[in-house]
Nanobody, 125 residues
Framework: QVQLVESGGGLVQAGGSLRLSCTAS????????MGWFRQAPEKEREFVAC????????YYTDSVKARFTISRDNVKTTVYLQMNSLKPDDTAVYYC??????????????????WGQGTQVTVSS
């Protein structure tokens, strides 16, 4: 089993930055594809970004491209989401997720086996 714990959320003004962290414990997370999802009030949980096991390949939803960067440190078993130029529309609970699949559909929540509890990000206008 893998336990995922997110941190780094908070309140920031529009245009500001935050860095989210997701630390894994239990089974080695280096064997997992890792992703970030978010869920705004009264909306479905949506894909934000994911990163391959080696960190060499990343995918982003269009709305965050050029603003967000996903990265990982397999020694520290931690995945990061650097969020720049934040907008009020980025306000949501952000969830870290891990998948043990050999391949997956990055945006499909069902392809992820492990989930964190989430961290709140609020962007004020």
């Amino acid at each position: 089993q893998v336990q995922l714990v997110e941190s780094g959320g908070g309140l920031v003004q529009a245009g500001g930055s935050l860095r989210l962290s997701c630390t894994a414990s239990g089974r080695s997370s280096s064997g997992l594809i890792m992703g970030w999802f978010r869920q705004a009030p009264e909306k479905e949980r949506e894909f934000v970004a994911c990163i391959s096991r080696s960190g060499g390949t990343t995918y982003y939803t269009d709305s965050v491209k050029a603003r967000f960067t996903i990265s990982r440190d397999n020694v520290k078993t931690t995945v990061y989401l650097q969020m720049n130029s934040l907008k009020p529309d980025d306000t949501a609970v952000y969830y870290c997720a891990g998948s043990s699949r050999l391949t997956l559909t990055a945006w499909d929540r069902k392809d992820y086996d492990y989930w964190g509890q989430g961290t709140q990000v609020t962007v004020s206008s």
